[in-house]
């Protein structure tokens, strides 16, 4: 069985590309692995020890066609059975084309438009509500004069967050004015002023069936992070409301495919901040504690029986670290001419 | 011995700001006709730059719109947004597929009576409508949309002079939950501001009110803002009904539908991010069938042009000159720049080339014959190496930019209409120097010969 | 000058050693290279381009010029 990943740049920023791939290998040997890049440095086309070949595509804002185009042509010359995209900027389109791929003999499992729009920050409020969780004090804005209504209202220090990616902490008027048009700029409207919630930040993974039922979940807390809040080191807990939590999402939803959800909880106080429908980059934690969520996916989308036992320890930690490989520039050679490495 | 193929050298730094530069991807976008004619027999006849049209995407295009909604609603009506384009062939063939004429100036309205449009099928809209211009459509039965107060007063005036009613629509805008909220044009629903514009149409009696129109903005990537938008006007419909006495004819939901362009400043293409035409015509019909009270069903108007529009216009545009620039970008200078290219403000275009060319791709940009460092039709595309006389495809330009193109520095192009039988018409010549001498008077003093 | 020092292989890709840059380039490019490096003169490559492929020794004298413009750009030559 031949699955492509994508997410393959394991840097100090990682993709999940690659504690997918290792899942999977780890799960069964037999399966080959396929990595998708868009850059001939990704770290992930040079570590052959879990990616067996690697291609380079062209950015999805270049369009659909020549990323399908492209997946035709591994299927025909190298062999691909399904693709697990993991990267929020490639999801839309994946998800949208599902049906082309699944014509085309490649399978994925992804969740469909509407639940993939729940990771709105708009949505959020309604989300917890049907979840029966909290959730803070939160204004659209749109201007300047509304943000300015909504920090006076909210009151300092409160979070200047665009609808789906980035948030800011921000103490005074001016750095809200500065957030407002930095996210805007980028990703456009509405910003959402949020008040500042107490707590501590605890992530689930999990994955889910698309008919209500989960495939397993695993509940951590970061307990150190990059200068950009990336895990580097982590331990699985067992808070069982919050698990509860995302099992009530999955079965609310029906939620289909992997998913992360970020919570601020204190104590039995559970708030939901942030859906991603996708593997999170630590997945092989998740793995490493005998939930392997990418095997878990892959045998539904190839209707095979599989465990989907909820079962792990709390107080295992996931410590990572770097390593150094060496290799010769021939690697960089095939990819920088021939947009794929030699498998 | 026959000759090799000549490729350009090319050298491009392995470096990851530009992580697909050398490499053989992405393939390069090949469109070698228009409406089944090749593009480069077209220029060696017409010269370049040319803009083209497919008068069979046109149709098909319009014929699919249509459908959508009518098959959804059937008492529809398009008309033609004449700013979008206002080309005569090409307002042609709309009116030829059904639709009347949306005009929003005088010119405009001139445009369409010229061209055999009466005035009862044209929609007249706009801030400012010149008092003679409210005469002559108020006498030829056009469908006057009134954008303010002191327009209403114009129009009763209008009235006292040619002796009769005259059946007005008035225009609103309102909050659809989208950015930025266009308040600018007619009157607002939530203030009441509507209401009372309703009301004093009433009480001057001199007017008739039997059409309500709304615009609320423009490459609307929301349809749901429509929803919300046709629920508001035939809420307000119902209660003009209601409570003033109005019999409400029709509701002209406007325009705004996006086309298949890659908005800058967006990172999903098109295709992801653009609704269908069936998500619109979904969202505006659901919002009739649900607010509607009785059993009249006003017609419902629409005023998509872009949509209509964009993706049937090319412009083809020849490569004049490169050089290497110092931050080792290759730069192409090509004979079209932003003087014809209006939308370039917006939108990061198709760019397509007529042949295949070999070799690896390097960064480049494409710049206009302006003579000024805004003329950039694309900053950062990988190219390989193009030689003089290579041609670029740009689209989707149908839209907006036959009609806001420059008269700077240059002439204006001709502009081609591929038939659906395949015939090359060409529908505007090129523009020479007495075209633009004409208008102007040199005073005796200052006469140099 | 260091194009002397530049490696390409057979896939067009050039690495050079004294600075660690790495590069793609086409045949063209390459046969130029050797020929700079050889020190032969500009107007004598584009003559040998012209009389070996379908170009003008004209718009080929342009490439070299252009070319050289771009080495010089990427350290390469001085």
């Known amino acids: 069985m031949i699955i492509a990943v994508s997410g393959v740049n394991d840097t100090d920023n990682p993709g999940p590309g690659i504690g997918v791939a290792r899942s999977l290998k780890e799960a069964d040997s037999s399966i080959k692995t396929v990595g998708l890049s868009y850059d001939v440095q990704d770290p992930g086309n040079f570590m052959d020890f879990v990616i067996d070949k690697s291609y380079v595509l062209t950015y999805p804002s270049q369009g659909w066609e020549p990323i399908f185009n492209r997946l035709l042509y591994i299927k025909e010359s190298y062999g691909l059975d399904a693709v697990i995209p993991t990267l929020d900027a490639e999801l839309p389109s994946y998800i949208k084309y599902q049906d082309d791929l699944k014509e085309a003999g490649i399978k994925t499992f992804l969740p469909n438009l509407e639940q993939f729009e729940l990771r709105s920050k708009e949505n959020l409020g309604d989300i917890s509500e049907a979840l029966k969780i909290s959730y803070p004090k939160t204004k659209k804005v749109f201007n300047i004069d509304q943000l300015k209504k909504a920090v006076n209202e909210i009151g300092f220090p409160c979070v200047v967050k665009g609808n789906y990616y980035k948030a800011y902490k921000v103490k005074s008027l001016p750095e809200a004015v500065y957030y407002f048009t930095e996210i805007s700029n980028e990703w456009g409207f509405p910003i959402l002023v949020q008040e500042i919630v107490n707590g501590d930040e605890l992530n689930v993974i999990g994955a889910g069936d698309g008919k209500g039922n989960l495939l397993g979940l695993v509940a951590i807390k970061k307990m150190t992070t990059t200068h950009l809040g990336k895990i580097w080191n982590g331990v699985t807990i067992r808070h069982e409301k919050l698990l509860k939590v995302a099992e009530d999402f999955v079965a609310e939803y029906k939620w289909r495919g992997p998913f992360e959800l970020e919570c601020i909880v204190d104590e039995d106080n559970i708030i939901l901040i942030e859906i991603n429908p996708r593997f999170p980059a630590w997945v092989y934690f998740a793995t490493g504690v005998g939930v392997n969520l990418p095997k878990r996916v892959l045998d539904v989308m190839f209707d095979k029986n599989s465990d989907m036992s909820g079962d792990y320890e709390s107080g295992k930690m996931m410590v990572r670290y770097t390593y150094e490989l060496i290799t010769d520039i021939e690697k960089l050679s095939e990819l920088a001419t021939k947009g794929e490495s030699n498998g | 011995m026959a000759k090799k193929t000549y490729e350009k050298p090319t050298i491009i730094k392995v470096e990851s700001s530009h992580s697909k530069a050398g490499v053989p991807m992405p393939k390069q976008k090949i469109r070698k006709k228009i409406g089944g004619v090749a593009i480069d027999e077209m220029v060696e006849r017409f010269g370049s730059p040319l803009f083209i049209f497919d008068e069979k995407a046109i149709r098909e295009k319009y014929r699919s719109a249509y459908e959508a909604f009518s098959s959804r609603y059937p008492n529809v009506q398009f008309g033609w947004s004449y700013k979008t384009n206002y080309l005569k062939a090409v307002c042609a063939v709309f009116h030829q597929e059904g639709a009347i004429a949306e005009v929003v100036s005088e010119f405009e309205y001139e445009k369409a009576r010229e061209l055999g449009i009466e005035g009862k099928d044209i929609i007249y809209n706009g801030p400012y409508k010149p008092y003679d211009s409210l005469v002559t459509a108020a006498k030829e039965g056009a469908k006057i949309h009134i954008d303010t107060f002191d327009e209403i007063n114009d129009l009763e005036k209008v009235a006292d002079e040619l002796g009769f009613e005259i059946p007005v629509a008035i225009r609103l805008n309102m909050d659809t939950g989208i950015y930025p909220q266009w308040s600018r044009f007619g009157f607002n629903i939530e203030s009441g501001q509507a209401m009372d514009a309703v009301k004093r149409i009433k009480a001057g009696g001199k007017l008739r009110l039997t059409g309500l129109h709304a615009h609320i903005g423009t490459f609307m990537l929301d349809a749901n803002a429509y929803k919300v938008e046709t629920t508001k006007m035939v809420r307000l419909m119902n209660e003009v009904e209601e409570k003033v006495g109005f019999t409400i004819e029709y509701i002209d939901v406007g325009g705004g539908f996006a086309s298949k362009n890659h908005l800058r400043g967006i990172y999903q293409p098109p295709e992801v991010v653009v609704p269908t035409i069936d998500d619109y015509a979904e969202a505006i019909t659901s919002a009739l069938y649900e607010n509607i009270r009785g059993n009249s069903y006003p017609k419902l108007y629409l005023e998509t042009g872009r949509h209509l529009i964009d993706e049937a216009g090319y412009l083809v545009t020849s490569v004049v000159a490169s050089k290497t620039l110092p931050d080792s970008r290759r730069s192409y200078i090509v004979d079209a720049g932003v003087n014809l290219l209006y939308t370039y403000f917006w939108y990061k275009f198709n760019i397509e080339l007529t042949r295949e060319v070999s070799g690896i791709s390097e960064p480049a940009m494409i710049n206009g014959p302006l003579c000024m460092n805004i003329d950039v039709i694309d900053e950062s595309i990988l190219l390989p190496r193009l030689r003089r006389g290579d041609k670029l495809v740009i689209s989707p330009v149908g839209a907006y930019n036959v009609t806001q193109w420059m008269q700077f520095i240059r002439y204006r192009p001709r502009v081609l209409m591929v038939t659906e039988e395949g015939n090359v018409e060409l529908i505007r010549e090129r523009e020479e120097l007495s075209d633009i001498e004409k208008r102007e008077i040199l005073p005796d003093k200052l006469k140099l010969k | ?78």
């Open chain 3, 1 to 78: 000058m260091r194009i002397e020092n530049l490696a390409v292989n057979k896939n067009g890709f050039a690495f050079d050693p004294t600075s660690g840059e790495t590069f793609t380039l086409n045949e063209t490019a390459k046969e130029i290279i050797e020929d700079l490096a050889r020190g032969v003169e500009e107007k004598e490559i584009a003559k040998k381009l012209s009389e070996e492929y379908d170009v003008t020794q004209e718009e080929a004298m342009n490439d070299v010029l252009d070319f050289k413009e771009k080495l010089k750009l990427y350290g390469l030559l001085s």
